[in-house]
């Protein structure tokens, strides 16, 4: 026994707790006050050194306490900590014993006294092991969808495919889980006032009566329209049925095996179906949402995204390379939406130590190996490339938004240009100043405003602050050293740009990043049109 274990046994001895055996670690047990009486409770030391916390469960149920409470599984363990939001202090175990079992209490009297209602919802999934069901289209429109149960021969695991596109879902699931034997399975959505919680008893739910029983105590309409629809269902002769909930936090289901021994059409059966409806198991649905809205959105759920947009990327090097990566995951190419990728050049050795395409791509088209790499990425994006120079490409005007990556001045200069002269399309610039001294990116969202003619000059006047470097032998390998860190963070500061214009957000056009030295970090600037600019002056 650690001298940590010692201290902490002696702090809980002095509180009346008893030392028991148990195989999960040190265990005791002893009763403490919870809302005004006393109930046993059993703390558990599995970690000598306290980097862990103890487990508190407790051991008989306290007056008045409900039958579905937050933060207490059904065998009464306490979650009175989310794992890695509390840490203890090591060096004082017994203190941080008794704290801990003192939080826990605090915990059950709140669950008890129904402040922490709201916390069903969000701890719900954690007691609510079963299948999953891969949701591949918005979870209101479900009814209209088509539902696959699954059983993937290897490991036996049951999942149900939910889409409006069997095809779409197919290139989204890795061969292993689509390979297995699926057949089409009825799908019914209910809508429930309550968000679901975790029951103290018969938990998780088995048959189809126990679980009835549950949601009648959370929604006692929602659950008899459930029970009729199954009994249809039974009745039909289908041999499994799907049921959704949207509850008003959350989605959740079951899947119904209706009981074979008692659904051989007999006339008893077609009379009353009940009885045997309410033996069949089930087991819990779970949904993960797969759909591609809710791929783009997740981790920005208040602003928009590039889903729907046609999008032109100019240069798949160093910064386009990521910055085409990260497009794809903000949206771009879904739903209609399009990502080209315009590059002529090829993919050779030198490139390896700052482009996101590797070893396997080299001597091949930089765009047409980046498009196939970003579709098995996102495999429902529609990502084309065009290998031919950006000069010679006819259809820029037809875009919602180009993206110029190149980081060549004059080519800049030419699509600054050309976006002018044909109809105007707003336009993004990426590039690296120096030797990797700053990131920048450039927004014109507009024909009035100050252009990339007009940024370049401003800059030109103000001078650059560090000379330019160059490595490398002879003019044909020469090139400009700077790390990979460089391009991701170029790449990273273009994306903001982009989602800033298409939230409308695009000032202040003009954002810099300094990556060296003690001049780190970022410069935001509006810019003035040049008079008599010869790229945008009218």
Known sequence: MSSGIQLATQALHQRGFKFVYSTAGYAFEGAVPICGNLVRIRVTLEDDSFVDLPEVQLLERPVGMPAIVPHVSPDGFICYAARGTLALNIFDPAGQTLACVERAIRVVESAVRGDLA?????????????????????????????????????????????????????????????????????????????????????????????????????????????????????????????????????????????????????????????????????????????DDDYLASRNVPERKTLVGLRIALVGCGTIGGYLADLLIRAGAGLKGGLLTLIDSESFMPGNMGRHRLGLPSIFKSKASELANELKRVVPSACVEACVEDVRKVANLAEFDLVIDATGEEALSNFLNKTMRQDRFVPMVFSWVAGAGESVNAFIRDAPDVACYHCMTTHQAAIGAVVPPSYAGFGCESLYVPFPVSVSVSAAALALDAVLDWVNGQSSPKFRSRVMMGALQGTQVQELEKIEGCPACAS
């Not at 048959?207 to 929604?219: A, N, P, Y």
């Not at 079951?254 to 409806?277: C, K, V, W, Y």
């Open 118 to 290: 709201a916390d069903l919802a969000e701890e719900f999934f954690a007691y609510w092991p079963g299948a999953v069901v891969f949701a591949d289209m918005p979870l209101t429109k479900a009814s209209s969808g088509k539902a696959f149960l699954c059983k993937h021969a290897s490991s036996g695991n049951q999942f149900v495919f939910l889409t409006d596109d069997v095809e779409r879902t197919k290139k989204k699931l890795s061969d292993s889980i689509f390979s297995a034997q699926h057949h089409a399975v009825d799908i019914q959505v209910f809508k429930s006032k309550t968000s679901p919680g975790v029951r103290q008893t018969s938990w998780p739910p088995k048959t189809v009566g126990e679980f009835l029983s549950w949601q009648g105590e959370l929604d006692s309409d929602c659950s008899r329209r459930i029970v009729r629809s199954l009994e249809r269902g039974m009745k039909s002769g289908a041999s499994y049925a799907a049921i959704l909930i949207q509850s008003p936090t959350s989605w959740y289901g079951i899947l119904t095996d209706f009981d074979q021994s008692e659904r051989s059409g007999s006339l008893m059966l077609r009379l009353n179906a009940r009885p045997a409806l309410l033996k069949s198991r089930v087991s819990p649905l779970s949904v993960i949402r797969i």
